[in-house]
């Protein structure tokens, strides 16, 4: 896909309807809340995120990240969430994406693609079809404790930028981002969107002041350089 020329932002890791509310008003697109996970931040329970699911209005979108691998624990557990977009950490058979998709119709479905290395954009390039959209993170599901997110590490935007251009679908950026690198960010992968939740937080808790410092990187990102 072409690059975007505003990328559309997604605030990650929302601990609360109060962190929610903060977010919007920044101007978040979308939010993030998590699930259980094998490792990494901002896990709430699956009630927590129905309440603050139920609370968001439209076109706020709410995601769902999960860590199950079967269609069939997906949508048991999306039953229960009842967010917009369901956002898939892990890898899954071929065949669950159609069960998903048969189950869910009305629900966007993002897969997450750990970028560690040229295999990445083979990857991706395989999965795009099947989902709505693909989001670009630092994870590492091969190890014995799996990171499927939340690492605060940067990977290879290059490759990033490969998989934007080869993949045919929108393109969430995540992995590290702060105030002080979106711009560039933004610059060498073009993204649909910008996923964030290290970048806007202090101690765990999200940050007033990190948050606007990120909103106004973005959109200085699009004013000429000087």
């Given at each position: ?10 605030i ?7 962190e ?8 978040a697109?979308?939010l ?6 094998p490792?990494?931040p901002?896990?709430?329970?699956d009630e ?16 769902l ?17 009842r967010?917009s ?10 065949g ?16 997450v693609v ?5 295999e990445s ?12 959209a ?6 590492n599901p ?19 930028r ?5 993949a ?5 950026l995540?992995?590290?981002l ?5 711009r ?6 073009g ?7 290290s ?20 959109e ?7």
């Open positions: 896909m072409n690059a975007s020329p505003r990328p559309r932002i997604k990650c890791c929302i601990q609360s309807l109060a929610a509310r903060l977010a919007i008003a920044a101007g697109d979308a993030g809340l998590v699930s259980a996970m490792s990494g901002g896990v709430i329970a927590r995120i129905a309440e603050i699911a139920a609370a968001i209005p439209p076109p706020i979108a709410t995601f990240l999960t860590s199950r691998q079967s269609a069939a624990a997906i949508v048991e557990q999306h039953r229960r969430c967010t977009t369901i956002q898939l950490c892990d890898a899954l058979p071929d669950d994406y159609d069960a998903l998709g048969a189950a869910l119709p009305a629900i966007r479905l993002v897969q750990h970028v560690r290395g040229p954009v083979d990857e991706a390039r395989r999965v795009a079809p099947r989902v709505d693909l989001l670009l993170d630092s994870g091969a190890l014995a404790v799996k990171e499927l997110g939340g690492t605060g590490r940067v990977h290879d935007w290059a490759l990033s490969a998989i934007r251009e080869a045919g679908v929108p393109i969430f995540a992995g590290g702060r105030a002080e690198i979106v560039d960010a933004i610059a060498r992968v993204p649909f969107a910008l996923d964030v939740c970048g806007v937080r202090t101690d765990g808790s999200l940050d007033p002041t990190k948050l606007a410092a990120f909103f106004a990187a973005v200085a990102a699009h004013e000429p350089r000087q």
